[in-house]
């Protein structure tokens, strides 16, 4: 059973645009949410996070919206640079546990 | 500087060996976490620990098993590997309610 659901494999995106990566979770008890990006060979790192009692936390080009009653959460990047490309991974937590998505592949052309 | 050092970047293994995944933080934290990442699967939790000698199952545990001796130590264990065990394996180190620190992954293969 797939608690945070990331429904868009990949997003291509021309620099300077916006890109709006996508997430939809399950599970209620989730508390705090967490956009993380990782790039090849590398460990993922973290980029925002949002509470549960908030709806929007912004962070220089990077802001996440948080949709309670429809289990939604959203990251926006403006302007999109070529250096975002990445994939991206949204994460809910609860407890101790953090559990993740499957991921979207951003492409930021130039 | 904040660290998770995770001991092999590539390793290859035969199918039923015994494999030790070494993971080592400097940042004093509490909880210890390993993720395996698989494409269109993401990043899914296998074990996690919140002090020494304790262990919780995360999502995936079969198959694996962990050790956490000393508080900056956390191994994954492979009993017997397999090819479906062929993959990303991340580790993780968060203090309680902080952002997660993971280091930068070993690619297993069995063969």
């Known amino acids: 059973d797939q608690q945070v659901k990331q429904n868009s494999p990949s997003l291509s995106v021309q620099e300077g645009r916006i890109s709006i990566l996508n997430c939809d979770y399950t599970n209620s008890m989730f508390d705090y949410f967490l956009w993380y990006k990782k790039y090849p060979a590398e460990g993922p790192t973290f980029l925002i996070s949002i509470s549960s009692i908030k709806d929007k936390n912004e962070d220089g080009r990077f802001t996440v919206f948080l949709n309670k009653s429809a289990k939604h959460l959203s990251l926006h990047i403006v302007p999109s640079q070529p250096g975002d490309s990445a994939v991206y991974f949204c994460?809910?937590?609860?407890?101790?546990?953090?559990?993740f998505g499957a991921g979207t592949i951003l492409r930021v052309k130039s | 500087d904040v660290k998770v050092t995770q001991s092999s970047r590539y390793l290859v293994k035969r199918t039923g060996e015994k494999v030790f995944l070494e993971c080592v933080q400097d940042?004093?934290?509490?909880?210890m976490f390993w993720y395996r990442q698989d494409p269109g699967l993401g990043l899914r939790l296998i074990y996690f620990s919140y002090d020494v000698k304790m262990k919780e199952k995360g999502d995936i545990p079969e198959g694996y098993s962990v050790s956490r001796e000393k508080k900056e130590r956390f191994s994954l264990i492979l009993e017997s590997a397999s090819t479906n065990q062929t993959s990303m394996y991340l580790c993780?180190?968060?203090?309680?309610?902080?952002?997660?620190?993971f280091g930068s992954g070993t690619q297993l293969s069995v063969l």
């Open positions: 940042m004093d934290h509490e909880n």
């Open positions: 994460g809910g937590e609860y407890g101790n546990k953090l559990v």
């Open positions: 993780a180190s968060t203090q309680l309610n902080e952002k997660l620190f």
